[in-house]
């Protein structure tokens, strides 16, 4: 069974000090995809990354970036000099692969961050 | 272009009540999921359906929730008959299949079900 494990329930910082969101997940697939979603006070939930499981470089897009590490199961995920806009719940999720058809994502209990001024 | 539309974004009715909650995922996208978000259980998948097909319904909660897919631009989940412990925020969300932005899932605003 997979398993998404946000260990991190809320993170206080002061706006543009850099915050790292940790993920662990679980599985027993080689072929695997890795999520992270941001969903602030507003309710939506908005799409900031997809990484599969054969892809282990690193990603930066702006003040965001995120570590893959399959050795220790992680999807980890920084924020440098955060802003008050920053504040969030963020969630890390994961879906296996069924051989060319979509999957359902599983999710972690998400992080709440908050950024204070 | 237009994300994915779910409506009613609001619904509060009386425990024993029909209640359905419809979704038209974004054009060209093949595969739409329900999720339902609770404080106690976080986010969970409801069920998914590949080209109009249902795929796993496994997290479908109990007999009383059904959903379709009629076409590829619309789905419906209902639950028959609702109570208080259905009330929850109800996600669908669309992706696409075999391309490069595979799974890529983006989610409609959500519809907050309360039931009384």
């Known amino acids: 069974a997979q398993k998404v494990t946000q260990a991190q329930t809320e993170i206080s910082v002061v706006e543009k000090e850099d915050v790292t969101l940790d993920c662990v997940y679980e599985?027993?697939?080689?072929?695997?995809?890795l999520f992270w979603y941001k969903q602030p006070p507003s309710g939506e939930l908005v799409f900031l990354i997809r990484r599969n499981s054969f892809d282990e470089q690193n990603e930066i897009s702006g003040r965001y970036s995120w570590n893959f590490q399959k050795s220790t199961s992680s999807f980890n995920f920084t924020i440098t000099a955060s802003q008050v806009v920053d504040s969030a719940v963020y969630f890390c999720?994961?879906?296996?692969?069924?051989?060319?058809?979509?999957?359902?994502?599983?999710f972690g209990k998400g992080t709440h961050l908050i950024i204070q001024p | 272009d237009a994300g994915v539309i779910q409506s009613p974004r609001h619904e509060v009715t009386e425990m024993g009540q029909e209640v359905t909650l419809r979704c038209k995922p974004i054009s060209g996208h093949n595969s739409l999921f329900w999720y339902r978000q609770t404080m106690m259980r976080g986010l969970e998948l409801l069920i998914y359906f590949n080209n109009n097909v249902p795929i796993d319904d496994s997290g479908m909660p109990e007999d009383r929730f059904s959903a379709k897919m009629p076409n590829a631009s619309f789905s419906t989940l209902k639950i028959q008959p609702s109570e208080p412990r259905d009330s929850a925020v109800y996600f669908c969300?669309?992706?696409?299949?075999?391309?490069?932005?595979?799974?890529?899932?983006?989610f409609g605003p959500g519809t907050r079900l309360t039931v009384l």
């Open positions: 999720a994961l879906s296996e692969y069924s051989g060319g058809g979509a999957d359902g994502l599983t």
């Open positions: 969300a669309s992706s696409t299949l075999g391309t490069d932005k595979h799974n890529e899932q983006f």
């Open positions: 599985t027993r697939d080689t072929t695997y995809y």
